[in-house]
């Protein structure tokens, strides 16, 4: 069992930058691996980046590599996403997402789900 819980979403200009945060409570966090979806009306939520339990093994989808940077603090139960050069079709409510030990990359793989945050990018 793992509660998650993110922050740091909000409004940034075309080409800002923000950092989200996901928060996890619950038993041997570092067992978990983790990852970030996003979703917008009427779509599925999307896979957007994952990183392993030591973080040795990290996967980005196509849409932000380069511009976007996955870590995680097991010290303090903590994973982050840096997303650098925002751009307008990165608007999107952000998901944390809990897996118990696998390389999980589809919605449908994911056992915990964070509430959240939505990020908005203007033009």
Known sequence: QVQLVESGGGLVQAGGS????????????????MAWFRQTPGKEREFVAYISWSGGRILYADSV?????????????????QMNSLRPEDT???FCAANRGTT???????DYWGQGTQVTVSS
Do not use: E, M, W
């Not at 923000?18 to 691996?33: D, K, P, Q, V």
């Not at 590599?65 to 996403?81: E, H, M």
């Open 18 to 33: 923000l950092r989200l945060s996901c928060a996890a409570s619950g038993r041997t966090f570092s067992s978990y691996t």
């Open 104 to 110: 999980a990359t589809s919605s449908r793989l994911i």
């Open 65 to 81: 590599k380069g511009r976007f940077t996955i870590s995680r603090d097991n010290a303090k139960n903590t994973v982050y996403l």
């Open 92 to 94: 999107a409510v952000y």
